[in-house]
């Protein structure tokens, strides 16, 4: 569990961080109008930057560092896919939802739809450009069921509330959490998580209900049942 300042730029610092055997280096700017103590971007060669209101200092990071460094690894892998053009698009022929791969094959048909044989998807397609819109559906359909149960599994423990799941295509956030409505909205990348992952982020989201920022008593609700998970 390191990170160390590495260099000064004009107006952010270079920090490298080990996680899993993995040595990330990423620029960390301050900047005064994030609503959040900090918050992930990319640049213009898509490498990831980190933003941190200046009220707070590397040192709140420190202590918060095993969900920090869980989205900032999980970023990463979103900036090589990204840098070399294989984040999800039309044009992906496998991905992984919850450690299972699933395969992709067309097949030009009179409809639009999916079936699913032997772990195989394909996709029937009047035309190419109806794809990125099927394969969407069929990753949500896939995951759906298992991500509405474990967010009822949470809720109920925490005492919190999601009464709607949405999915979205965004690449900043993984996740986020409306009051208004108890709504939690994943991105599909995050479908690609690992079980217990994916649990750490549904916990992130529905420590919302108790907080709405990321201040003391947010991260203290967090950990007080993260380490619930196995």
């Given amino acids: 569990m390191v990170n160390k300042k590495i260099c000064n730029g004009d107006n952010f610092d270079y920090y490298t961080f080990f996680i899993k055997n993995n040595l990330l280096t990423c620029k960390i700017y301050k900047r005064k109008n994030i609503k959040n103590i900090y918050e ?3 640049d213009e060669d898509n490498n990831v930057v ?3 209101n200046p009220k707070y200092t590397i040192g709140f990071i420190e202590k ?4 920090f ?3 900032l690894l999980n970023h990463f892998k979103v900036s090589e896919k990204l840098k070399n053009g294989i984040y999800f698009n039309a044009h992906v022929n496998s991905f992984t939802i919850f450690g299972k791969k699933y395969f992709v094959s067309n097949v030009v048909d009179r409809k639009n739809y999916y079936e699913i044989i032997l772990g195989k998807i394909y996709l029937h397609l009047t035309d190419m450009s109806k794809r990125y819109k099927l394969l969407k559906s ?4 896939i995951a759906k069921n298992y991500v509405e149960q ?3 599994y949470w809720a109920k423990i925490m005492n919190s509330r999601c009464d709607h799941i949405l999915f979205n295509d965004m690449i900043y956030a993984f996740a986020y959490y409306r009051y208004a ?3 939690i ?3 599909i990348f995050s479908l690609s998580f690992d079980i217990n992952s994916f649990d750490k982020l549904i916990i992130h989201e529905l420590t919302h209900y108790f907080h709405q920022n990321h201040k003391k008593h947010f991260w203290e609700t967090y950990r007080k049942f993260v380490k619930l998970v196995n």
């Fill in 40 to 42: 992930f971007s990319y």
């Fill in 50 to 52: 980190v933003f941190i």
């Fill in 64 to 67: 918060n560092y095993d969900y």
């Fill in 69 to 71: 460094t869980f989205e």
């Fill in 138 to 141: 069929v990753i949500i359909d």
């Fill in 150 to 152: 474990r967010c009822k």
């Fill in 181 to 183: 409505n108890h709504s």
């Fill in 185 to 187: 909205t994943f991105s």
